[in-house]
């Protein structure tokens, strides 16, 4: 298949299409082990990134890819590079390619469906294996999710590491795989070893034997790699250089010279009836296991054991030698078994047995079940933040929808308003936790069983979304639809965006909230002000993007990205981004009275509304300032001097930009007029210059002056943060009442001269 992508197939790039051919080989025999042994309808699995073209092959040998498929490898619309569950008609459980975050999604999705069992009983999915790499254990999101204790007594998980002892660029060190194995034990994981195959353990009983062993164990990797692809009596010499190195020739005396390096080279991962030993052993561990596997990269390969085999592609010459060793042809090397042989009839078994492409259970709720808005804040003075908080609370007693809500958090439960919802609906967990302090008075009641609706992680950004992400596919992977809810502190969005994007990559549906945003965290310093996130609301695929000002808009787009939730097809995961700046919830009065509560919210949904729109005359200037968030304040301070100072306002809250942007990035594709900032901007006006003002870098909303070609100044956070009170960071970056208004005479006086 390689070989066929990179010098048969037409290439019009004239670039190396790659594949990883040695990589894939190293795997060939575990992904057999899995695939046409062990593995049951209800695993779900990871297959390492460099595997897919065995995985590939595994799929068409039982017949679930068509001959044709095969030749598509890394070509637009045919079989990805690396496995994908949206890309590509294949059935993939997760997706690869990104380093780290696969052998961690089928442990975190393991989570979701032990939440799924305790909650709804019956789950489609019961053990979650993962086939990783060893240098994808460089990773430190890796060892992020290893040392949570939640994930510590998971019963239903195993990696295999192939440990092929090769990462992109070296050979790795061989006092590294004993450093891997402790780590992984000091986390409470069952640590198995598929180190030798039988015929090097024959050796080893062997008078001699032990010391063979021992001087193997003790071989520098890079040796060992030398002496597999050496002859007999360099294999020979090279023992005798080691300090047990004449015992141990005893144990190979016998052995011809021609037989020895494929002897050396017997290592486990390669020898199937120990795969298999130890894949049974690890499913009766009852706890997280890990199994390590040693391969050799490039196995059954001429370039087998080639330190720089990672990205070599065999030559023309070298695959006619790899055919002919298997007795096949340009044209037969595509052949599937006959259907009638005892191979083809145990791979039709084998594909009816994993049912891989297996249907989706219904979605168990609609958009009936989840409610408008719940009127959760009724207070005068809010801020978006405490809303969020009610509305939670109140989510839980919604009939059949407050039961599928799954809350969870990166050690902030207290600090993002969580608190309420987890006294009243629990924390979840698989461990024994006493709770010392279930008599003393508290904010926070953690009253921990299996009930939870709530799951506390530790500090690990990376962990949380990588968890938001496995639970927002619960339907898919395990049958039961979970609704899942994330808070975070807003500057932290950046430090877990692999993880969002792996989830979103993969078609989670799943809500976040940053909060608190921006500079109005003022006290907390720079370290703790974000201001890129909102560009990334924006920009990365399959999200909506709300920043709500006030606490009726906050159930708004609470309750609708629970609906995209719902819609499995179609829906797209959500961010809002909030605060915990007080917002006289009147300012919104004169709007509602304006358009009527269902109307404002369909505008709202849409991508915002205009607070103030002044007619426009011809002979007084004119201004169109857009905001989103927190700055609406002083926004319509600011709107309200400029009026009494004889400048026309039309003050946009664009609370939802990246609607507002995708609707009319897809109205210019189509090549029509028809958007919602056609509404907020009418005809009249589109001469008139835009400030826009974000407690966020300008730039993201700069982009509305585009739309019609006007004359834009944009205001936001041009650099980081420092601690100090709200309207010291403002005045700061030039986003407070006075610079907003100065800035604005200055846009109408270039405009409209003095």
Same mark, same amino acid.
């Given at each position: 298949?390689?070989?066929h992508?990179?010098?048969?197939r037409?290439?019009p790039?004239?670039t190396?299409?790659?594949?990883h051919?040695?990589?894939?080989?190293?795997?060939?025999?575990?992904?057999?082990?899995?695939?046409?042994?062990?593995?049951?309808?209800?695993?779900?699995?990871l297959?390492?990134?460099?595997?897919?073209?065995?995985?590939?092959?595994?799929?068409?040998l039982?017949?679930?890819?068509p001959?044709?498929?095969?030749?598509?490898?890394?070509?637009?619309g045919?079989l990805?590079a690396y496995?994908?569950?949206?890309?590509?008609n294949?059935?993939v459980?997760?997706?690869?390619?990104?380093?780290?975050?696969?052998?961690v999604?089928?442990t975190?999705?393991?989570?979701?469906?032990?939440?799924?069992q305790?909650?709804?009983?019956? &789950?489609?999915?019961?053990?979650?294996i993962?086939? %990783?790499?060893?240098?994808?254990?460089?990773e430190?999101?890796?060892?992020?999710?290893?040392?949570?204790?939640?994930?510590q007594?998971?019963?239903?998980?195993?990696?295999?590491i192939?440990?092929n002892?090769q990462s992109?660029?070296?050979?790795?060190?061989? #006092?590294?795989a004993?450093k891997?194995?402790?780590?992984?034990?000091?986390?409470?994981?069952?640590?198995?070893?598929?180190?030798?195959?039988?015929? =090097?353990?024959?050796a080893?009983?062997q008078?001699?034997?032990?010391?063979?062993r021992?001087?193997i164990?003790?071989?520098?990797?890079?040796?060992?790699?030398?002496?597999i692809?050496s002859?007999g009596?360099t294999?020979r010499?090279?023992?005798?250089?080691?300090?047990?190195?004449?015992?141990?020739?005893?144990?190979?005396?016998? #052995?011809?010279?021609?037989?020895?390096?494929? =002897?050396?080279?017997?290592l486990?991962?390669?020898?199937?009836?120990?795969?298999?030993?130890k894949?049974?052993?690890?499913?009766?561990?009852g706890?997280?296991?890990?199994?390590?596997a040693?391969?050799?990269?490039?196995?059954?390969?001429?370039?087998?054991?080639?330190?720089?085999?990672?990205?070599? =592609?065999?030559?023309?010459e070298?695959?006619?030698?790899?055919?002919?060793?298997?007795?096949?042809?340009?044209?037969?090397q595509?052949?599937?078994?006959d259907p009638?042989?005892?191979?083809?009839?145990?791979?039709?078994?084998r594909?009816?047995?994993?049912?891989?492409?297996?249907?989706?259970?219904?979605?168990?709720?609609?958009?009936?079940?989840?409610?408008?808005?719940?009127?959760?804040?009724?207070?005068?003075?809010?801020?978006?933040?405490?809303?969020?908080?009610?509305a939670?609370?109140?989510?839980?007693?919604?009939?059949?929808?407050?039961?599928?809500?799954?809350?969870?958090?990166?050690?902030?439960?207290?600090?993002?308003n969580?608190?309420?919802?987890?006294?009243?609906v629990?924390?979840?967990?698989?461990?024994?936790?006493?709770?010392?302090?279930?008599?003393?008075?508290?904010i926070?009641?953690?009253?921990f069983?299996?009930?939870?609706q709530?799951?506390?992680l530790?500090?690990?950004?990376?962990?949380?979304?990588?968890?938001?992400?496995?639970?927002?596919l619960s339907?898919?992977?395990?049958?039961?639809?979970?609704?899942?809810?994330?808070?975070?502190?807003?500057?932290?969005?950046?430090?877990? !965006?692999?993880?969002?994007i792996y989830?979103?990559?993969?078609?989670a549906?799943?809500?976040?909230?940053?909060t608190?945003?921006?500079?109005t965290?003022?006290?907390e310093?720079?370290?703790?002000?974000?201001?890129?996130?909102?560009?990334?609301g924006i920009?990365?695929?399959? !999200?909506?993007?709300?920043?709500?000002?006030?606490?009726i808009e906050?159930?708004?787009? !609470?309750?609708?990205?629970?609906?995209?939730?719902?819609?499995?097809?179609?829906?797209r995961?959500?961010y809002?981004?909030?605060? &915990?700046?007080?917002?006289?919830?009147?300012?919104?009065?004169?709007? =509602?009275?304006?358009?009527g509560?269902?109307?404002?919210?369909?505008?709202?949904?849409?991508?915002g509304?205009?607070?103030l729109?002044d007619?426009?005359?011809?002979?007084?200037?004119?201004?169109?300032?857009?905001t989103?968030?927190?700055?609406?304040?002083?926004?319509?301070?600011a709107?309200?001097?400029?009026?009494?100072?004889g400048?026309?306002?039309?003050?946009?809250?664009?609370?939802?930009?990246r609607?507002?942007?995708?609707?009319?990035?897809?109205?210019?594709r189509?090549?029509?007029?028809?958007?919602?900032?056609?509404?907020?901007?009418p005809p009249? %006006?589109?001469?008139?210059?835009?400030?826009?003002?974000?407690?966020?870098?300008?730039?993201?909303?700069?982009?509305?002056g %585009?739309?019609?070609?006007?004359p834009?100044?944009a205001?936001?956070?041009?650099?980081?943060?420092?601690?100090?009170?709200?309207?010291?960071?403002?005045?700061?970056?030039?986003?407070d009442?006075?610079?907003?208004?100065r800035?604005?005479?200055?846009?109408?006086?270039?405009?409209?001269g003095?």
């Amino acid at each position: 298949m390689i070989h066929h992508a990179n010098h048969v197939r037409h290439n019009p790039d004239k670039t190396k299409v790659g594949g990883h051919q040695a990589s894939a080989a190293s795997s060939v025999t575990i992904l057999t082990a899995l695939y046409f042994y062990f593995l049951r309808a209800s695993d779900r699995v990871l297959v390492k990134p460099h595997a897919s073209p065995v995985f590939y092959a595994a799929l068409y040998l039982m017949g679930l890819l068509p001959k044709s498929a095969l030749m598509t490898l890394r070509q637009f619309g045919g079989l990805q590079a690396y496995p994908s569950r949206t890309k590509e008609n294949a059935p993939v459980d997760f997706s690869g390619g990104s380093m780290g975050l696969g052998p961690v999604a089928p442990t975190f999705a393991a989570l979701a469906q032990q939440y799924a069992q305790a909650h709804f009983g019956d &789950t489609t999915a019961d053990r979650f294996i993962a086939l %990783s790499g060893d240098a994808e254990l460089d990773e430190g999101n890796i060892w992020e999710a290893l040392i949570e204790e939640e994930l510590q007594s998971l019963p239903n998980v195993i990696w295999i590491i192939d440990l092929n002892r090769q990462s992109l660029d070296r050979v790795t060190p061989g #006092v590294r795989a004993a450093k891997l194995k402790q780590l992984f034990a000091a986390c409470r994981w069952n640590v198995l070893e598929a180190k030798y195959g039988h015929q =090097l353990q024959r050796a080893f009983r062997q008078p001699g034997g032990e010391a063979l062993r021992r001087c193997i164990d003790d071989m520098e990797n890079e040796e060992y790699q030398h002496l597999i692809r050496s002859d007999g009596p360099t294999i020979r010499q090279a023992l005798t250089r080691h300090t047990q190195g004449r015992e141990a020739s005893r144990a190979i005396a016998h #052995v011809p010279d021609d037989q020895l390096p494929r =002897l050396l080279a017997n290592l486990g991962g390669h020898d199937m009836q120990l795969l298999l030993e130890k894949l049974h052993e690890a499913d009766q561990a009852g706890r997280p296991t890990v199994i390590f596997a040693y391969t050799i990269k490039g196995y059954g390969l001429p370039i087998y054991g080639d330190p720089a085999n990672h990205a070599a =592609l065999l030559s023309e010459e070298r695959i006619c030698e790899l055919r002919a060793r298997f007795g096949l042809t340009a044209e037969s090397q595509w052949d599937a078994f006959d259907p009638d042989s005892p191979e083809g009839r145990w791979c039709a078994q084998r594909a009816a047995a994993l049912n891989l492409r297996r249907a989706i259970p219904p979605v168990p709720l609609t958009s009936d079940d989840v409610p408008a808005e719940l009127n959760a804040t009724q207070t005068p003075v809010a801020s978006t933040q405490e809303a969020f908080g009610r509305a939670l609370v109140r989510l839980a007693e919604v009939p059949r929808l407050g039961r599928r809500i799954v809350t969870s958090s990166a050690d902030v439960s207290i600090s993002t308003n969580l608190g309420g919802w987890i006294n009243k609906v629990g924390t979840f967990t698989l461990r024994q936790v006493t709770d010392y302090e279930a008599n003393r008075a508290r904010i926070l009641n953690w009253q921990f069983s299996l009930r939870g609706q709530h799951i506390e992680l530790g500090i690990a950004e990376m962990n949380l979304f990588s968890l938001l992400g496995q639970m927002g596919l619960s339907h898919e992977l395990i049958g039961q639809l979970l609704i899942p809810i994330g808070t975070v502190y807003d500057p932290f969005v950046c430090r877990a !965006l692999d993880a969002i994007i792996y989830g979103l990559y993969s078609g989670a549906k799943f809500i976040f909230v940053g909060t608190p945003s921006g500079v109005t965290l003022a006290p907390e310093g720079g370290a703790h002000q974000s201001s890129v996130t909102s560009s990334l609301g924006i920009e990365l695929p399959n !999200l909506d993007y709300y920043e709500p000002t006030f606490a009726i808009e906050t159930e708004w787009a !609470l309750c609708e990205a629970i609906r995209q939730c719902l819609d499995r097809r179609y829906g797209r995961s959500s961010y809002l981004r909030l605060s &915990t700046k007080p917002i006289e919830q009147s300012l919104l009065e004169p709007v =509602l009275q304006r358009y009527g509560r269902d109307e404002l919210r369909a505008r709202f949904l849409r991508g915002g509304y205009a607070l103030l729109s002044d007619p426009v005359a011809p002979s007084e200037p004119y201004l169109h300032i857009v905001t989103t968030g927190v700055m609406l304040p002083e926004v319509l301070e600011a709107a309200h001097y400029l009026r009494e100072e004889g400048v026309r306002v039309n003050v946009i809250n664009l609370a939802s930009p990246r609607r507002a942007y995708d609707a009319w990035h897809a109205a210019q594709r189509r090549g029509d007029k028809a958007h919602h900032l056609a509404q907020l901007i009418p005809p009249e %006006s589109r001469h008139a210059p835009i400030l826009t003002v974000h407690d966020a870098a300008p730039h993201a909303l700069a982009w509305v002056g %585009s739309v019609f070609g006007q004359p834009t100044y944009a205001l936001g956070v041009t650099g980081f943060g420092q601690s100090g009170y709200r309207a010291d960071l403002y005045r700061y970056f030039e986003i407070d009442t006075e610079s907003i208004i100065r800035f604005a005479f200055a846009l109408v006086d270039e405009h409209w001269g003095n």
